[in-house]
Nanobody
Framework: QVQIVESGGGLVQPGGSLRLSCAASGFTLDHYAIGWFRQAPGKEREGVICISSSDRNSVKGRFTISRDDAKNTVYLQMNNLKPEDTAVYYC????????????WGVGTLVTVSS
């Protein structure tokens, strides 16, 4: 059974950092593109960062996505967090990066607040 599960969300103060994990079971993540998305209350879901199957990591501003093939896990490192980063964060996978990827996790809530 194909499954991806996010973890690592929580409450963090502005300026802090957090690392989210996306663990896969039932398939091998390194064969697929992996994306992180988020949805804030009352807003549309948006893409945060994505890597193709041939990429090991990528940086986009304050966000870094990276793979650990041995653990079949992908991480999202988030630095200098701001209150507007508050959202449910999802990872998703498919053959290529897009806003409509095939397999999604259930999400993990990140709250940035003092």
């Amino acid at each position: 059974q194909v499954q991806i599960v996010e973890s690592g969300g929580g409450l963090v103060q502005p300026g802090g950092s957090l690392r989210l994990s996306c663990a896969a079971s039932g398939f091998t993540l390194d064969h697929y593109a992996i994306g992180w998305f988020r949805q804030a209350p009352g807003k549309e879901r948006e893409g945060v960062i994505c890597i193709s199957s041939s990429d090991r990591n990528s940086v986009k501003g304050r966000f870094t996505i990276s793979r650990d093939d041995a653990k079949n896990t992908v991480y999202l490192q988030m630095n200098n967090l701001k209150p507007e980063d508050t959202a449910v964060y999802y990872c998703a996978t498919d053959l290529s990066c897009s806003l409509q990827m095939d397999y999604w996790g259930v999400g993990t809530l990140v709250t940035v607040s003092s």
